[in-house]
């Protein structure tokens, strides 16, 4: 039996009729009687009662109606969740976020437009340090990842979002919070608060020689656990940190926030993902990505 013989027999079903039903499906009335034939000869019995000017469903025609049009709209609607599926309509995108992506503003606007535009694909998250999402995303645990660059990321696609500028933070009762600018140079006596060196090898030694080209090499007196968490720091008295511009967004209440004169320090965020990559939802997110950033 063959997919389009539950069609034709559909189609006679509806009309009642052999003519109507073949110019209703685009073919001529006697290849479609020949299937009608064909077809009840493979089931074993009659469907249809012959009239001269019409036919009419037997029993057991009218049983097979019933099933033949499941059948049909079973198959019509696998055809759809299968080509949704294939341009990324549908589906599943798994990615991750370095705790301190999530604070700039165009990350969440990527997302927004992402979701917007592809509303049925489930979405799983999960933060973590970017050199920790490097890992996982190469070895297939997630698809893509947004993570704080520079990063050393081997043989995984880069797509950058985002560029920003490296702030000081200082604590409220600092010698120089009242300066919109400071000199890393400023800073040789105070503490440096830093994220461990593992999760996020490549930032921390570019804040190590911004310090060294000032002329100093950082006391360290407290690590943070994560980036965003220096703030919390700094207003507890560990000391001063640089982070990136976007986390003043958190308000943190006893610190002050000052671009840092000299040099620029600046850092990243981008997504990574593997290469030849052909998920549909992974591809259209990067499309999304690339396109909001074209449109800055």
């Known amino acids: 039996m063959e ?24 073919i001529a009335q006697p290849p479609l009687s020949q299937q009608i034939l064909k077809l009840e000869r493979e089931i074993g019995t009659q469907l249809f009662v012959r009239h001269p000017r019409r036919v009419e469903l037997t029993e ?23 080509q949704n599926a294939g341009r990324g309509e549908t589906g599943r995108l798994s ?10 503003p165009l990350v969440a606007t990527t997302m927004q437009k992402y979701r917007h535009a592809y509303e049925h694909v489930a979405i799983s998250c999960e933060e973590s340090n970017s050199s920790l999402l490097l890992d ?31 702030l000081a933070v200082l604590p409220a009762n600092h010698r120089l919070n009242r300066r919109r600018r400071v000199d890393l140079a400023n800073l040789a006596d105070d503490p440096f608060i830093l994220f461990p060196r593992p999760i ?10 911004a310090c ?9 007196g407290m690590e943070s656990p994560q980036i965003s ?20 967004q958190i308000q943190v209440e006893g610190v002050s926030y000052h671009e840092l004169q000299g040099k620029p320090l600046s850092t990243g965020i981008a997504l990574i993902h593997r290469q030849r990559e052909k998920s549909p939802t992974v591809l259209n997110f990067v499309r999304i990505l690339r396109q909001h950033r074209v449109a800055r």
């Open 3 to 26: 997919f389009r013989q539950l069609r034709y027999f559909l189609a006679v079903a509806e009309h009642l009729h052999f003519t109507d039903a073949a110019a209703h499906l685009g």
């Open 60 to 82: 057991a025609g009218r049983l097979f109606h019933e099933s033949a049009r499941r059948i049909v709209e079973d198959t019509q609607q696998a055809f759809v969740e299968v």
């Open 95 to 104: 990615l991750g976020f370095a705790g301190s992506t999530v604070f700039h």
């Open 136 to 166: 996982r995303v190469a070895e297939r645990q997630l698809d893509a990842a947004l993570v704080r660059m520079p990063l050393n990321c081997r043989d995984l696609i880069v797509e950058p979002l985002v560029d920003e500028d490296m």
């Open 200 to 209: 996020g090898p490549d930032l921390y030694d570019s804040i190590i020689s």
């Open 212 to 220: 060294r080209e000032a002329g100093f090499a950082p006391s360290i």
């Open 229 to 248: 968490s220096a703030a919390n720091l700094v207003a507890a008295g560990f000391g001063v940190a640089v982070v990136p511009a976007s986390i003043r």
